[in-house]
């Protein structure tokens, strides 16, 4: 069998999977020495135009070890072991829109992951993200933009 990524579906194909199931993706938590958390600028749905931490999708056929390889590379600039972070935890996120639009929804299964590490080692994908910033938790959580979803991971730290 092979068990090689399959990549990026197509539209269509994309578009019914997140209309019939969950995606399963991993959030990085990104930590500096400062104690402050790597947060994006969304610019792509869904969470569009909030403060989000960077992560993305596991596709069919990647280990988690290997989606992990590819978004650190991919989100972060830096490519890191699974190994390298702590498992934070399952997180469930349900968003009325999706990457498509207004429909379908997104219903997205998060494995959140945090990382420690120097500030300018870290170059944040413009792919996914219109600007940076470094903000302290308690920060996170008094911010209005910061997207509901992304304080969860805050709450108690």
């Known amino acids: 069998m092979d068990n090689k990524p399959q990549g990026r579906l197509d539209a269509t194909t994309f578009a019914a999977v997140v209309h019939s199931a969950p995606l399963i993706s991993i959030d990085l938590l990104v930590q500096n020495e400062q104690g402050e958390y790597l947060l994006g600028l969304r610019t792509n749905r869904p969470a569009q135009g909030c403060w989000f931490v960077p992560g993305g999708r596991i596709q069919k056929k990647e280990t988690l070890d290997a989606a992990f390889l590819r978004l650190t590379t991919e989100e972060l600039g830096i490519t890191l072991e699974r190994s390298q972070a702590v498992f934070k935890g399952v997180y469930e996120h349900f968003y009325q829109d999706s990457v498509f639009g207004e429909q379908p929804s997104t ?36 911010d209005p933009n910061v997207h509901r979803y992304t304080k969860l991971y805050f709450n108690g730290l």
């Open 107 to 142: 219903h997205y299964i998060v494995l959140a992951h945090q990382l420690v590490l120097p500030t300018e080692k870290v170059q944040l994908s413009v792919q996914q993200h219109d600007n940076a910033q470094w903000l302290k938790a308690e920060d996170i959580l008094a």
